[in-house]
């Protein structure tokens, strides 16, 4: 059904129509040019397209891309359009074909993602690693474990005793798929019934603020940590550095014949940039100079070429 108009408002948009219509005689009366001269953004944009790129809120919150985008983006005169998702997200916003490329952290998944030719092939960028942060109360102890297992049998017993929480991103995002899979490699079955646990279904970032506010324990990649570590004066890294918390990041362009409207070109010409050589090198050196070390590693074992 219609929308009803009034007559008030009717009559009021004649008026305005003839008043303009008037004035625009009156100009090309006077020899005015009647053609619309497009803004500074529009010449500017003139024949650039759009990337949409779907990548995790560690990868977005670090700033790396902030970094290493607008050299691409004026390269090939394209807009890099980042959707920041959990790792999970992200896999199924390219499986639904609203995104271009994924760029994420959880193997298992992004092999599946391939396998199921949603993707159309997977490069390694980069690596940090994961690290279980908390309260410095009790933490000398969880450090000094052997490795991951008896770090979370530890770290169950100092919140057992003590009351303590621990907080989990809950989303399905690439840390929390590591997360689970943690409790497994640990053989405690039956974490996320325990009094202790809280799942947030939020990010990385969120997660670690509610961690330092209830002083509890998560697992956070690196990277994010150390963005952060300014804001989080009651978390520290309490384990670290086990081969269970290696945290690889790939790239991975949609596949175009599974969606119309791919910009597949352009994900290819993402892949080759951040494959290359010379970003490789800049991941390498982000966050040196304000952290003291890196936050990612380079990765790429064998540079895209077309």
């Not at 053609?35 to 779907?54: E, M, R």
């Not at 396998?115 to 490069?123: A, S």
């Not at 989303?171 to 053989?187: I, M, P, R």
């Not at 974490?191 to 809280?198: F, L, Q, S, V």
Request: with cysteine; charged share 25%; glycine share 10%.
């Amino acid at each position: 059904m219609g929308r009803k108009i009034k007559k008030s408002s009717f009559f009021a948009g004649l008026l305005m129509v003839l008043v303009l219509g008037l004035l625009l005689v009156g100009c090309q009366a006077d020899g005015v040019n009647d053609q619309v001269t497009p803004a500074p953004s529009d010449i500017s944009n003139k024949g650039t397209t759009t990337l949409f790129l779907a990548t995790t809120t560690s990868t977005y919150d670090s700033g790396l891309l902030h970094e290493i985008i607008p050299e691409f983006e004026a390269k090939y005169n394209v807009k890099v359009e980042v959707i920041s998702l959990g790792t999970g997200q992200a896999i199924e916003t390219g499986k639904r074909g609203d995104c271009d490329i994924i760029l994420v952290h959880a193997r298992d998944l992004e092999d599946k993602f391939v396998e199921e030719g949603h993707g159309t092939e997977r490069w390694d960028v980069m690596y940090n690693d994961f690290i279980l942060v908390g309260p410095e109360e009790g933490s000398q102890d969880i450090y000094d474990s052997q490795d991951i297992t008896e770090a979370l049998n530890t770290m169950v017993d100092i919140m057992e005793e003590e009351g303590m929480n621990f907080l989990s991103r809950g989303d399905n995002s690439g840390t929390h798929v590591k997360e689970t899979s943690l409790w497994e490699v640990a053989g405690i079955d039956d974490y996320n019934h325990r009094e202790w646990y809280n799942s947030l279904g939020q990010g990385m970032g969120d997660t670690l603020v509610a961690a330092n506010e209830m002083r509890g324990y998560t697992v956070a990649d690196r990277g994010t940590y150390l963005t952060m570590k300014g804001n989080l004066a009651n978390l520290e890294i309490v384990f670290e550095e086990d081969e269970e918390l290696f945290n690889p990041y790939g790239i991975i362009p949609v596949n175009p014949d599974k969606h119309g409207g791919i910009n597949h070109e352009d994900a290819l010409n993402l892949v080759e940039y951040i494959t290359s050589p010379e970003v490789q090198e800049k991941i390498g050196e982000f966050g040196i100079e304000k952290y003291g070390q890196p936050l990612f590693f380079p990765d790429a074992k064998v540079e895209y070429s077309k």
